[in-house]
């Protein structure tokens, strides 16, 4: 695979062997979460972990994620990274910037040629994109339009892979892994532009959904059969 003109992405070190350090139910969690879509799935069904309030910032690694049971979209980019680097996919991850600073990451792969993308989050529209799209920025676009509420706006994206951490154990850890918010924050992100007559539009549109519709978030984007399954709190 070949480094695009248009993302920043770093390759690492040669694909990780952590196997050897994974618990035997750990193991066969890998083993059973083997297709992206099998992680999607399983992450669908985890509830969203709201970190503060009532308890502190949490930055789990996928042992961690397993033993909580929730997760947050950078836990899921993380424990989708550990498991499907298991089963051949670089460990690759996707950062949004966003207006408002509340930035979003998702983990990305490759199959046969398009990009797909595996994601938590507590929008609909931010979650996993089937392997569809030409290039990691056809991808990130898919997300633009999803991305507008009543704060949130992408400035810009940028695909990173995690083996540049080298033996920091971001996979297993005990603790929180703040190394790889930090790798993210720290990585040039590319430029995003979309106009701010369609943001002004998207936005009143978003609002005025919510107010009819007592606070529910939408769905109505176009192109969704690009999008991977949603969690059941979205549907129906």
Not at 114 to 125: L, M
Not at 173 to 182: F, H, M
Request: charged content about 30%; glycine content about 6%.
């Amino acid at each position: 695979m070949s480094q695009g003109a248009d993302i920043q992405l770093t390759w690492g070190s040669a694909p990780h062997s952590a196997i050897r350090g994974f618990t035997p139910p750990e193991r066969r969690l890998i083993a059973r979460l083997r297709t992206p879509l099998d992680v999607q799935r399983f992450l669908n069904r985890l509830p969203y972990n709201m970190e503060p309030p009532p308890g502190r910032a949490t930055l789990r690694s996928f042992r961690r994620v397993v033993r909580a049971g929730c997760v947050h979209c950078l836990e899921a980019a993380v424990f989708a990274a550990t498991v499907l680097e298991q089963h051949g996919w670089p460990p690759l991850v996707l950062s949004f910037e966003s207006i408002d600073q509340l930035d979003h990451v998702i983990f990305v792969y490759k199959r046969r040629g398009r990009w797909g993308s595996v994601a938590r989050s507590r929008d609909p529209g931010l979650h996993g994109r089937k392997p569809v799209f030409a290039t990691p920025r056809a991808l990130a676009r898919s997300y633009v339009d999803p991305y507008v509420d009543n704060t949130g706006r992408v400035k810009g994206y940028a695909v990173v892979d995690l083996r540049v951490l080298g033996a920091y154990d971001w996979r297993l850890a005990e603790t929180n892994v703040w190394k790889v918010e930090r790798l993210l924050l720290e990585t040039p992100h590319r430029r995003l532009r979309t106009s701010d007559a369609r943001f002004e539009r998207l936005r009143a549109r978003y609002r005025a959904y919510r107010a009819a519709h007592d606070g529910r978030k939408p769905i109505y984007y176009k192109r969704r059969d690009r999008w991977t399954e949603l969690p059941s709190e979205f549907i129906g």
